[in-house]
């Protein structure tokens, strides 16, 4: 007997600003649907400046938004149910007499996604830099975060080792498995986090297209070819 429970979206958020680095905005959590329902989400795809609604800048950056050429709000999100087995009935009969009842909790599916939430990304109005050159920079944020999706999709098996939970409890079983979901999105945070910190260092805090230009290119490819890690940058040549 099978059973599949709560529909469940998990999130892991991060705000990034074109000019004034990355900021992690906590962890890895679950949202209940009426939040899901009222954010305004992408799925990956080609930026426009449309995208960036929020009318004005977010809290987080405010203070310093004279700094920020733009703010976009990037998730990395599972969405989909848990299911919960009894994998006691899965036994012969003599075995299933003698064994204590067992649940095991696993994702149905491995289907990661990104997302940009239109309704608090802003465009800095004011901004100093180029407005491609800005909205370029926000694009490369969100393919990083797409390719860590694609990175985690890649092996669903092993996703769904990590996750799965056994207990005599199936709602027990279920709560593990969703801890473990957030575990996973946690350590996904630590490379996004260093990934951002890598695209900012060299391309925020100015105006650097040469830079940029090569970041674009590495990610473009690593898009275009699936590949989950994009090659390290070529050092430019030193001027002469």
Same mark, same amino acid.
């Given at each position: 007997? $099978?059973?599949? !429970?709560?529909? +469940?979206?998990?999130?892991?958020?991060?705000?990034?600003? $074109?000019?004034?680095?990355?900021?992690?905005?906590?962890?890895?959590?679950? !949202?209940? =649907?009426?939040?899901?329902? @009222?954010?305004? !989400? +992408?799925?990956?795809?080609?930026?426009?400046?449309? &995208?960036?609604?929020?009318?004005? @800048?977010?809290?987080?950056?405010?203070?310093?938004?004279? #700094?920020?050429? $733009?703010?976009?709000?990037?998730?990395?999100?599972?969405?989909?149910?848990?299911?919960?087995? &009894?994998?006691?009935?899965?036994?012969?009969?003599?075995?299933? &007499? %003698?064994?204590?009842?067992?649940?095991?909790?696993?994702?149905?599916?491995? =289907?990661?996604?990104?997302?940009?939430?239109?309704?608090?990304?802003? +465009?800095?109005?004011?901004?100093?830099? /180029? /407005?491609?050159?800005?909205?370029?920079?926000?694009?490369?944020?969100?393919?990083? *975060? #797409?390719?860590? $999706?694609?990175?985690?999709?890649?092996?669903?098996?092993?996703?769904?080792?990590?996750?799965?939970?056994? &207990?005599?409890? /199936?709602?027990?079983? *279920? #709560?593990?498995?969703?801890?473990?979901?957030?575990?996973?999105?946690?350590?996904?945070?630590?490379?996004?986090?260093?990934?951002?910190?890598?695209?900012?260092?060299?391309?925020?805090?100015?105006?650097?297209?040469?830079?940029?230009?090569?970041?674009? %290119?590495?990610?473009?490819?690593?898009?275009?070819?699936?590949?989950?890690?994009?090659?390290?940058?070529?050092? @430019?040549? /030193? =001027?002469?």
């Amino acid at each position: 007997m $099978a059973s599949h !429970l709560s529909r +469940i979206f998990f999130a892991l958020v991060i705000g990034s600003t $074109a000019c004034a680095g990355t900021r992690a905005t906590g962890r890895a959590h679950e !949202l209940d =649907a009426v939040t899901r329902a @009222a954010m305004d !989400l +992408i799925e990956y795809r080609r930026l426009t400046a449309s &995208d960036f609604r929020a009318p004005e @800048a977010p809290p987080e950056i405010r203070a310093s938004k004279h #700094e920020v050429g $733009a703010y976009s709000c990037l998730t990395l999100g599972h969405e989909d149910s848990l299911a919960v087995i &009894d994998v006691t009935e899965r036994l012969s009969a003599p075995e299933r &007499d %003698e064994a204590r009842r067992t649940y095991r909790a696993d994702l149905s599916q491995v =289907a990661f996604q990104a997302y940009l939430d239109r309704g608090c990304s802003w +465009i800095n109005p004011q901004g100093t830099l /180029p /407005p491609d050159y800005v909205l370029e920079h926000e694009q490369l944020h969100f393919a990083l *975060f #797409e390719l860590e $999706a694609r990175r985690l999709n890649a092996d669903p098996e092993a996703v769904r080792r990590e996750v799965a939970a056994t &207990d005599s409890d /199936p709602d027990v079983a *279920f #709560e593990r498995a969703k801890v473990k979901l957030g575990r996973l999105l946690e350590r996904s945070l630590v490379r996004l986090n260093q990934q951002n910190d890598d695209l900012d260092r060299e391309t925020s805090f100015g105006h650097h297209p040469r830079e940029q230009t090569q970041w674009r %290119e590495r990610v473009e490819a690593a898009l275009d070819g699936d590949r989950a890690e994009p090659a390290l940058p070529v050092p @430019a040549a /030193p =001027a002469p």
